[in-house]
């Protein structure tokens, strides 16, 4: 099993940045990748970004492309998503997630989830 907490969010300004952060604990593997998904009230959960084992492999969704940097720390077993120029619409529950081997972008293909964490942005 894998073990994923995701930290960082809060409330921040339209325009405003954050932070988020995601530690993977338990029996990890050698090639893995991992994703940021959000799913806003009412709404499906989305891809958001994505990179693969070795960080060079990295997939945005159109909607945020140009504004997260998405980063791994294999050492630390940490996943991150910085976000920028924030928009009301980026208001959501962030959810980090885990697969073997490649980054996809359908929530289905992921085998391990963290419990979210919100970020609402205002307006």
């Known amino acids: 099993q894998v073990q994923l907490v995701e930290s960082g969010g809060g409330l921040v300004q339209a325009g405003g940045s954050l932070r988020l952060s995601c530690a993977a604990s338990?029996?990890?593997?050698?090639?893995?990748?991992m994703g940021w998904f959000r799913q806003a009230p009412g709404k499906e959960r989305d891809f958001v970004a994505g990179?693969?084992?070795?960080?060079?492999?990295?997939v945005y969704a159109d909607s945020v492309k140009g504004r997260v940097t998405i980063s791994r720390d294999n050492a630390k077993e940490t996943l991150y998503l910085q976000m920028n120029s924030l928009k009301p619409e980026d208001t959501a529950v962030y959810y980090c997630?885990?697969?073997?081997?490649?980054?996809?972008?359908?929530?289905?293909?992921?085998?391990?989830w963290g419990q979210g964490t919100q970020v609402t942005v205002s307006s």
């Open positions: 338990g029996r990890t593997f050698s090639f893995y990748s």
């Open positions: 997630a885990v697969r073997r081997r490649s980054v996809q972008t359908e929530p289905l293909l992921y085998e391990y």
């Open positions: 990179i693969d084992w070795s960080g060079i492999n990295i």
